[in-house]
């Protein structure tokens, strides 16, 4: 009997160890089945672009502008460009106006590239040009523009009174000039 009972066991432990398999693997298989559900709601806000120039003011003293001429003005088509027709016909002479660049988008924005008209070599001898931010630093590439944010740019063309004689137009000189800012999105 003894043959027996070890033969009993030996079954008995099989069929343990078999049942404790086949729990394991359903236990196993319906872990596997289990399903996670995750439920929200998020919204996304509406998001806008919109980097433009507006309220152009001509500084008191500058030039008047003649017949032929063009005011300082925002382009219709391309609300971040300026075009301006002007004559100077004497040393101090000038014309400047102030200009502000909105940033009235939802993204924050920087300086890809600055596109402006340049005076000949001829005409740099006898003019000043300049392009500044209120503050007085020039605008560059990289400047950054946070939404909600404005800026103030001011223009001036200046006939320079420091200058030798010789170096003196001989002939009006009509100055055609654009100023341009192109902006990306600031990452």
Same mark, same amino acid.
């Given at each position: ?12 432990? +099989? ?24 439920? #929200?709601?998020? &919204? @996304? !806000?509406? +998001?806008?672009? !919109?980097?433009?120039?507006?309220? /152009? ?8 502008? #003649? ?18 027709? @002007? ?17 009235? #988008?939802? @993204? ?6 600055? /596109? ?8 740099? +001898?006898? &003019? ?21 944010? &404005? ?20 002939? #009006? ?7 341009? @800012? ?6």
């Amino acid at each position: 009997m003894n043959k027996k009972s070890n033969f009993l066991k030996k079954r008995s432990f +099989v069929i343990a160890l078999f049942l404790l398999l086949i729990a394991g693997i359903t236990l196993g298989y319906s872990a596997l089945q289990t399903q996670l559900e995750i439920n #929200g709601n998020t &919204t @996304i !806000d509406a +998001v806008g672009w !919109d980097i433009h120039f507006a309220n /152009v003011n001509v500084t008191q003293g500058s030039v008047a502008i #003649g017949a032929g001429n063009q005011a300082a003005t925002i382009d219709s088509e391309d609300t971040t460009k300026m075009s301006y027709n @002007i004559t100077l016909k004497n040393p101090g002479d000038f014309y400047e106006f102030t200009v502000d660049i909105v940033n009235a #988008g939802t @993204i924050d924005a920087k300086i890809s590239e600055i /596109v402006a008209d340049q005076l000949t070599a001829a005409q740099d +001898v006898y &003019t000043n040009y300049t392009v500044t931010y209120t503050n007085n630093t020039i605008p560059a590439a990289e400047d950054k523009l946070a939404h909600g944010q &404005t800026k103030t740019l001011k223009v001036r063309i200046e006939f320079d009174t420091d200058i030798d004689p010789d170096d003196l137009p001989t002939e #009006g000189a009509n100055l055609d000039l654009d100023y341009q @800012i192109l902006y990306v999105q600031d990452r």
